[in-house]
C-alpha cells in the first residue's frame, strides 16, 4: 500500500501572482477586509480589490471578517452582498453575479486536494455563482459548481454540483426542495 507524503508537496502551479503581491494582500486584507471594526467602508473596500486585480461592479457591500484569497481571480457583478465572516477561497476563477447574496459565514471553495496522490497534489477549480443567487449562512459551495440563475442554497446546506435556475437546495450533499418563486 501506498502512503501520503507531504512533503513531497508542491503547489507550483498556484503561485500565479508574484511574492510582494502575495504579502500586499496578506497585510491588507488583515487590516482592512477581515478588521471587525471597518464595518461600512464598501466604497473604499472596492477600490482595494480593484487595485488587486478584482473586477468588481457598483453597489459592492462587504461586511467585516471577509476572507479572500486571490482578488486577482475574482469577478463581482453589480449589487452584490458579501456578509459577515464570508470565506472566498479561490486559487483561480471566482466570478459572482448580478444581486447576489453571500450570508454570513458562507464559503465558496475553489481548491482541494488529490487524495490518490502520494504528494496530496493541489487542484484547483473554478466556482460560477449567476445572477440573482442566495447562498445562505454557513452554506458552502464546492469546487467546480456552478450555481444558475437565481438558484438558494439553503443554512448549512453543501453544494458539490450544479445547481440548476430557481431551485431551492438544503443538506449535504444538497439536493431540490422545491421551485424559487419570486414576487414584486
Request: charged share 20%; net charge positive; glycine share 8%.
Amino acid at each position: 500500500m501506498e502512503k501520503v507524503e507531504l512533503a513531497k508537496f508542491s503547489n507550483k502551479q498556484y503561485m500565479q501572482a508574484g511574492l510582494l503581491r502575495r504579502i500586499s494582500w496578506f497585510i491588507v486584507s488583515m487590516l482592512i477586509f477581515r478588521n471587525p471594526f471597518l464595518a461600512y467602508s464598501y466604497f473604499f473596500k472596492a477600490i482595494i480589490l480593484r487595485l488587486f486585480g478584482a473586477q468588481v461592479g457598483k453597489g459592492l457591500v462587504i461586511k467585516p471578517s471577509v476572507n479572500i484569497r486571490c482578488p486577482w481571480f475574482l469577478e463581482i457583478g453589480d449589487n452584490v452582498w458579501l456578509g459577515e465572516g464570508v470565506l472566498i477561497e479561490n486559487f483561480s476563477k471566482v466570478k459572482l453575479g448580478n444581486n447576489v447574496c453571500l450570508s454570513q459565514g458562507a464559503a465558496l471553495i475553489g481548491a482541494g486536494h488529490d487524495y490518490k496522490k502520494a504528494a496530496f497534489d493541489l487542484l484547483l477549480y473554478q466556482i460560477i455563482i449567476e445572477d440573482g443567487v442566495w447562498i445562505a449562512a454557513r452554506a458552502i459551495v464546492c469546487g467546480n459548481v456552478k450555481c444558475a440563475s437565481h438558484a438558494v442554497l439553503t443554512v448549512g446546506s453543501v453544494a458539490t454540483h450544479n445547481l440548476e435556475p430557481y431551485k431551492v437546495y438544503q443538506g449535504n450533499p444538497a439536493v431540490v426542495k422545491r421551485e424559487r418563486a419570486i414576487t414584486v
